[in-house]
């Protein structure tokens, strides 16, 4: 799991906040370790795990902001006392990032001295496990000597999802929650939106949204489900001169070999055609639109850790 730096950038911008980390776990608890929740004085998003162990932590993280102390390290047993069905236990750190702090984030790992630890020399258990990062790609533990080691994300990757329809709502409600995602949300008219747009997703509006194709990166991920078949047409088309990373189409086997002619007649070879997903998500959960959503958000997600398997070219501590 990977330090989201887009929407810690966020949260800076709103001010004081701290980022409560569950850096270990023994035993059954509600999420893994590296879950992460955002806390600022009137404001939270993220979960560590919910119950009695999250409204704690918040608590808690809101005393720290309070007095502008340093963070900490609490280890949490779990059990019935807390209203906890879990019976393990988790290490929470605490951590008030500053903005700069934030803003000098770069790819690879960011370790650190928990506040309280020592911030001399870096300790030797912590030398080792960047050493197995850089010769073998091997992911260290979060927590070691006082020190926790986190990966911080390349940048976010660019996804443009066309059409705000049911669908395209779907899709919103299930990837914009996600890490790593940077989505753009395009449409003919602000009418066809939600009034709520959750955070990091940016919404653009065009009389002919085909014409936004120009503004996006061309290595971007695409998902094409708009109110029409000409519109999603012209944006395939588009697209095809483009550039892309991926392209995924909504449709039936029929709208597909239809798609397929009239592109092949607009001068676009078979194997171009080819790149085009469709229909897209996972036929076999059905064409509810959550249902949809959950199967293209499966696949994004497995595409994403294949990507983040390369090892690791460079480390520092910070």
Not at 14 to 25: D, I, K, N, S
Not at 86 to 106: F, K
Not at 206 to 233: E, G, I
Not at 309 to 316: G, L, N, S, V, W
Request: with cysteine.
């Amino acid at each position: 799991m990977s330090l989201d730096r887009e929407a810690l950038g966020r949260a800076a911008a709103r001010g004081p906040f701290l980022r409560v980390l569950v850096a270990e776990t023994q035993g059954s608890t509600p999420r893994e370790a590296g879950a992460a929740m955002l806390v600022g004085a009137d404001w939270a998003e993220g979960t560590i795990g919910g119950g009695a162990l999250e409204f704690e932590a918040m608590a808690r993280a809101r005393e720290i902001l309070a007095r502008g102390g340093p963070g900490r390290l609490e280890r949490i047993a779990l059990g019935p006392a807390r209203g906890q069905c879990c019976g393990g236990a988790v290490t929470l750190a605490y951590e008030a990032l500053a903005a700069e702090t934030v803003a000098g984030l770069a790819p690879g790992i960011w370790a650190r001295p928990v506040a309280g630890a020592s911030a001399g020399e870096m300790p030797l258990g912590v030398r080792r496990a960047l050493a197995r990062v850089r010769d073998r790609g091997e992911a260290p533990a979060l927590l070691i000597e006082g020190w926790l080691l986190e990966a911080v994300a390349a940048p976010a990757r660019a996804l443009w999802i066309w059409g705000a329809g049911h669908v395209g709502r779907a899709l919103v409600s299930v990837l914009a929650p996600l890490p790593g995602l940077a989505i753009s949300w395009a449409d003919s008219g602000a009418e066809r939106f939600p009034e709520t747009i959750p955070a990091g997703v940016t919404p653009l509006i065009a009389a002919n949204p085909a014409d936004l194709v120009p503004l996006a990166p061309r290595a971007a991920d695409h998902l094409v489900l708009t109110y029409s078949h000409a519109l999603d047409l012209e944006l395939c088309h588009r697209l095809l001169g483009h550039g892309f990373g991926s392209l995924g189409l909504i449709g039936s086997a029929t709208k597909w070999a239809r798609f397929r002619a009239r592109l092949a007649g607009l001068g676009h070879d078979s194997a171009q055609i080819s790149r085009i997903a469709c229909p897209i998500g996972d036929p076999t959960l059905g064409k509810h639109p959550q249902a949809i959503a959950v199967g293209v958000a499966s696949a994004l997600i497995r595409g994403m850790s294949a990507g983040a398997r390369p090892r690791q070219k460079k480390d520092r501590a910070g």
